[in-house]
Structures are given as C-alpha cells and as structure tokens.
C-alpha cells in the first residue's frame, strides 16, 4: 500500500489497485482501458464533488480494485448521504446520453457497465450501500449489515453462475479467468 498526504487529505493506493490498472493499460485495445479510467475517475469525482457541497471533511482517500473509499469526517442525514452515493451513478448515466448523442457507443457501453454494476446490491459497490442505508433505517446496523452480506453474497454467485453460462456458450475462458481474479480481489483486498 502505497500512502501520501495532500492538503491534509490522506491517499492510500493498493498495489492490486496498480496491477490493475498497469495490466489493463498495457493489454488496451481500442483504449477501452482508457476509457473505464477516464469514466471510473468521473463517477469518483461525482461522489467528492457532493461531499464537497455538503461541507464533509474528506480525511482519506483509498485507492482500491473497486474504487474509490472516501472516508469523511462528518455524519451525513440520510437524504444527503444518499445523494453523495447515487451521485456517481448519476454521472455514468449523463456520460450514456452524452455520448449516445455523439455516437460514441464505447463509451456508451462502458458507462452502462459501470453504471450497471455499480447498482448491484453488493456491499462494495453504491448499490450495496445504498441498500444498506435504507435497511439501517428500517432494521438498524447489525441486521442491514448481516441482510447486506447475505445479498451481496447471494448476488455474487448468481454473477458466478453468469459468468460461467457465458463461458460456456462462448468457449471464452478468460472471462472466467478475469471474474475469479476480480472475485478474489474483493475476498483479500484490506
């Protein structure tokens, strides 16, 4: 784990996060990798962004396989922080029609994608926590949090047995390849 501070902000960066990033880069072809980067980073930056607008303190800033982890000095009330989560969705979804006038479908596709997958209701992503907001408000913390795992634990075996449907009417294994190495990203990153 790469760590630095800037303007009083701590960042820290995962070697996995690197690797990554680094291998996609390398492998890029059509500068799709680019274009995850560059999409990534503004649905990143759409969560800053609100933050930011409702005066949250930004301590630290963790670099990670699945994002960005932002941590904040500040509780927010629930409508708040449940702009601040849907905010980046929002931006992959104004990219979709942006592009979508430009015809650029690359970046249409990829922001779908994100987009997609950042509503799964799992725990790392801004559907798991959004998921997690609402049940917090109904069921309390322990509850929504053993609710949220069971989902994000059913949710990634249904994506297990997708991907594996795909592979086999394909005969393309390395989109196994990738899902497990992403999957065990999720088990062992800190």
């Not at 933050?51 to 941590?71: D, E, H, P, Q, R």
Request: with cysteine; proline share 1%; glycine share 4%.
């Amino acid at each position: 784990m790469i760590k630095f501070r800037i303007f009083g902000v701590s960042f820290s960066i995962s070697f996995l996060f690197l690797c990554l990033v680094s291998w996609f880069l390398v492998f890029d072809i059509n500068n799709i990798a680019l274009i995850c980067l560059l999409s990534s980073l503004v649905h990143e930056l759409s969560h800053v962004l609100f933050l930011t607008l409702f005066s949250a303190k930004i301590n630290g800033i963790s670099f990670k396989v699945f994002g960005l982890s932002i941590k904040k000095n500040k509780q927010l009330t629930f409508l708040k922080e449940f702009l601040v989560l849907i905010s980046g969705c929002f931006s992959n979804l104004i990219l979709v029609l942006v592009f979508l006038k430009l015809n650029n479908m690359y970046v249409v596709l990829v922001n779908l994608i994100i987009l997609t997958f950042n509503l799964m209701p799992i725990s790392v992503f801004d559907g798991g926590q959004i998921l997690k907001l609402f049940l917090e408000r109904f069921v309390g913390y322990e509850k929504s949090f053993k609710i949220c795992l069971n989902i994000s634990i059913a949710f990634c075996c249904f994506l297990l047995v997708f991907v594996l449907f795909v592979v086999f009417y394909t005969n393309d294994i390395k989109l196994l390849f990738i899902f497990l190495i992403y999957l065990l990203a999720f088990i062992f990153e800190d």
